[in-house]
């Protein structure tokens, strides 16, 4: 067999083997588990949901709402001594889903939007409060000294140092008919409920 003829025969086995090769990975990798998809950064508005399995952990917003209720908890018992904190109320909703946490609950809610760092660092211009709701110090108004007047109904106002629901860390609240004043300084969290808006005087 002539020289050039062994190494055409060379080259041809050489690509016969590549192809098989290829083909038998191409086979092996068609075996393996499908990849798991990441946690979603949206929550349903209704329902009750695992966390960092069915949605990643972390602060929540939920907007325009009537009768919002959520709840934290450390398992699917549903019995009270699991429930690590809650909240319902109208308007803006938002909460802390800490990575520790076990279980979400929602109901009567709209969808929860994971909120970025990003978007909780912006500061805001706005200088008036919604009655009704939750919000970000500094992201969603500014602050300063805020009244609200003319309240017919009982009106509570609540500032936290977090969205998490937690009584530990309500740093100072109040319910009163009437005029209502507060100074809300910078950071944290302001809740709202059954006021008329709120208007920064200074």
Known sequence: M????????ATRQFAVAAVSLVGGF???ST?????AAAPKTTIPGNGTYLVNKDFQAG???SVGNSACYWQRATNTTGATSSII???IGDGQRIVYVKPTDKVFKTSGCKTFTRVTPAAMSTKSTRT?????GVYFVGSDFVPGTYRSSSNKEFCY???SRSAD???SNIIANEISQGQLLVTIPPGGIFKSSSCTTWTKIT
């Open 165 to 167: 629901g937690a009584s």
């Open 2 to 9: 002539s020289a050039s003829l062994r190494r055409g025969l």
């Open 85 to 87: 904190a809650n909240d």
């Open 31 to 35: 075996g393996l588990p499908p990849a």
């Open 128 to 132: 008036t409060i919604p009655g009704n």
């Open 26 to 28: 191409a086979g092996l």
């Open 59 to 61: 602060v929540y917003r």
């Open 157 to 159: 106002w609540e500032r």
